[in-house]
């Protein structure tokens, strides 16, 4: 995947973040991680996704994977930094972000619906600097993701290596595979209801770490997603 200059639209969207952006500075939070406000999840990442990584959350449908992206999203940008979403899937909902926490005014949305042109505008993202955290949304939406080429991931994670940004990555399965330093797979979650009349009060699922460069791996946390956050 050979570099190729920014689109207009992005250009554009990086011009108006302006000095939000604060290209190369040091993270406010933690130089090395980038929380979600999970307190089960964070311990099971060791404080949360990384900085200069490439991590993976996989998983299906009502899961809970959006609820995760979500809450990552609310805890960088109240922490005063800047996020960039890549929306491959073309699934992002603004009203939904706001009501799960996330300052919208602190967050680059790059809608595209090509998944070779998601790689691309990641790509760029991180190498721009100056994001906390990049999410590369390719769950299944108008397009599902042919198989992506090593070289693309493999840029990706070079890419990454060195900022102070985490790159992650959702999907319905593994995309990454090998080139993830961090990879989460979340299981179908199973309603929880309560009350009379009988309503839904949430969901219960499970998140299980399989793949960790940077210690243990292969354990797992129980995590309950209210109703107004599970999907």
Do not use: Y
């Amino acid at each position: 995947m050979s570099a190729r200059p920014l689109s207009p639209a992005i250009q554009a969207l990086l011009r108006d973040l302006g000095p939000s952006l604060h290209r190369g500075a040091i993270p406010t939070v933690s130089p090395t991680r980038c929380p979600t406000g999970l307190p089960g999840i964070d311990r099971l990442l060791g404080g949360g996704f990384p900085r200069g990584r490439l991590s993976e959350i996989a998983g299906p449908a009502c899961c809970g994977r959006t609820s995760l992206a979500l809450a990552l999203l609310a805890r960088t940008t109240a922490a005063g930094e800047v996020a960039a979403l890549v929306d491959g899937a073309d699934a992002f909902d603004p009203p939904s972000a706001t009501a799960a926490g996330v300052d919208l005014s602190r967050v680059l949305w790059v809608r595209t619906p090509e998944v070779p042109e998601a790689l691309r505008s990641t790509e760029h993202l991180l190498a721009a600097r100056g994001f906390a955290l990049v999410l590369l949304d390719l769950a299944p939406g108008r397009q599902t993701p042919a198989q992506i080429p090593s070289s693309a991931w493999s840029r990706l994670r070079k890419t990454a290596a060195g900022t102070d940004t985490a790159l992650v990555v959702l999907g319905d399965r593994r995309l990454a595979d090998t080139f993830a330093d961090l990879a989460i797979e979340m299981s179908g979650a199973k309603p929880r209801f309560q009350g009379t009349p009988t309503l839904l009060e949430g969901l219960d699922g499970r998140v299980q770490l399989v793949r960790n460069r940077m210690g243990p791996h292969d354990c797992a946390v129980a995590v309950r997603w209210q109703s107004a956050n599970a999907a």
